[in-house]
């Protein structure tokens, strides 16, 4: 008997959940670009062709990947599917059973009671919650898929903004060496007097036009690379060298049209939206069904204290309704 008790017990705490405290982190999640690693299986998406990374700095799919993989609100954002998926498992437990005993003690005989009890109703709307616990999950992970969607969009405008930028402020940069050559040499002529002091303030003041013009740029690419760097989860002084050229290409008149056609069944927010209103609708066909009396079964066995007299209640009989309060 008390072995039988010991494994009883075992098992009671085998099916038992556990809890670890996990602490609140401390510093930010940002990442440095040699320190990051992210496993290869993880790039296998299917539909997509293997993209071989260049060694000698990020193209445009590389920075779009990375943008995907280490964004901090993309990070957030995956963790809580991680509490919808929870909450699609708890819909789709059986409800536990009810165990109920008592003792009662007379001058002849010790009376007692056990029950054994199960929530019908629980079982009854057990199918609308899973199902609407399924759409929400599919509306979450559906939400997640459209913020992935304009992280990558996002990326891919700082990429092609970038590379538009190193290209105008080479263009500046020669531009503003030439008007500084020319002016040193206006210098040099008006020196001889051979040109007058007009044309020497005119060469200056397109010389400081063209360097404040310069400058502003330099201003402005900073600024969209610590953007860059911030979309992309890594630290501040992180220095990207970005190569390659962007993919991306006009789209013509009839692709346009046809992607506008089919746009309701690929736009994830759209389809996120007909998710949540599934779960809505399975939420409203759960509390349908749960608005009849909450009814139990079960089966008990009792000793009349006094009588001494031990009877088995049949599974039938049970059938009622459940007192709400």
Same mark, same amino acid.
């Given at each position: 008997m008390t072995?039988c008790a010991a ?31 992210i496993p ?7 539909g ?6 260049p060694?000698n ?21 995956r963790?809580?599917a ?7 498992l ?6 536990d059973p ?10 002849l ?9 199960? &929530?019908?109703q ?16 599919? !509306?979450?992970?559906?939400?997640? *898929?459209? #913020?992935?969607? !304009? ?12 590379l538009? &930028? ?5 263009v ?12 040193? #040499?206006?210098?040099?002529? @008006? ?6 002091? &007009? +044309? $020497?303030?005119?060469d200056?003041?397109? *010389?400081?036009?063209?360097?404040? !013009?310069?400058? !502003?740029?330099? %201003? ?10 911030? %979309? *992309? ?8 060298? @970005? ?7 006009p +789209? ?17 927010d759209? @389809?996120? %939206?007909?998710?949540g209103?599934?779960?809505q609708? #399975? ?11 909450? +009814?139990s079964?079960? $089966?008990e ?10 009877? $088995?209640?049949?599974?039938?009989? *049970? ?7």
């Amino acid at each position: 008997m008390t072995r039988c008790a010991a494994l009883f017990g075992a098992l009671l705490i085998s099916g038992c959940a556990t809890y670890h405290s996990k602490p609140l982190p401390t510093a930010i999640d940002l990442t440095r670009v040699p320190t990051l690693t992210i496993p290869a299986s993880q790039f296998e998406i299917a539909g997509l062709k293997p993209h071989a990374f260049p060694t000698n700095g990020l193209d445009e799919t590389a920075v779009i990947t990375l943008a995907v993989f280490n964004n901090p609100d993309l990070k957030t954002a995956r963790l809580q599917a991680g509490v919808a998926g929870a909450q699609l498992l708890e819909a789709g437990l059986l409800p536990d059973p009810v165990v109920s005993g008592g003792l009662a003690q007379s001058a002849l005989h010790t009376g007692y009671s056990i029950g054994l009890n199960e &929530d019908i109703q629980a079982l009854i709307t057990r199918g609308a919650a899973k199902a609407a616990a399924k759409s929400h999950a599919r !509306q979450v992970n559906l939400d997640i *898929l459209w #913020q992935e969607w !304009q992280v990558a969009e996002k990326a891919r405008e700082m990429f092609i903004q970038s590379l538009a &930028d190193d290209e105008l402020q080479r263009v500046l940069a020669s531009t503003r060496d030439l008007l500084s050559n020319r002016y040193r #040499q206006d210098e040099d002529a @008006l020196k001889r007097n051979n040109i007058t002091a &007009d +044309m $020497v303030s005119t060469d200056l003041t397109a *010389l400081a036009a063209a360097d404040t !013009q310069l400058r !502003q740029l330099q %201003l402005e690419i900073n600024q969209n690379r610590h953007a860059l760097d911030q %979309l *992309l989860g890594l630290k501040p002084d992180v220095q990207l060298h @970005l190569v390659g050229r962007s993919a991306s290409r006009p +789209m013509s008149h009839g692709e346009f049209q046809a992607a506008v056609t089919a746009l309701p069944h690929h736009r994830a927010d759209l @389809l996120a %939206l007909q998710a949540g209103y599934q779960s809505q609708e #399975q939420r409203l066909r759960e509390a349908i069904l749960a608005q009849f009396p909450a +009814m139990s079964a079960g $089966v008990e066995q009792a000793r009349d204290p006094v009588e001494g007299i031990s009877r $088995v209640s049949d599974f039938r009989n *049970l059938l009622r309704p459940a007192s709400r309060w």
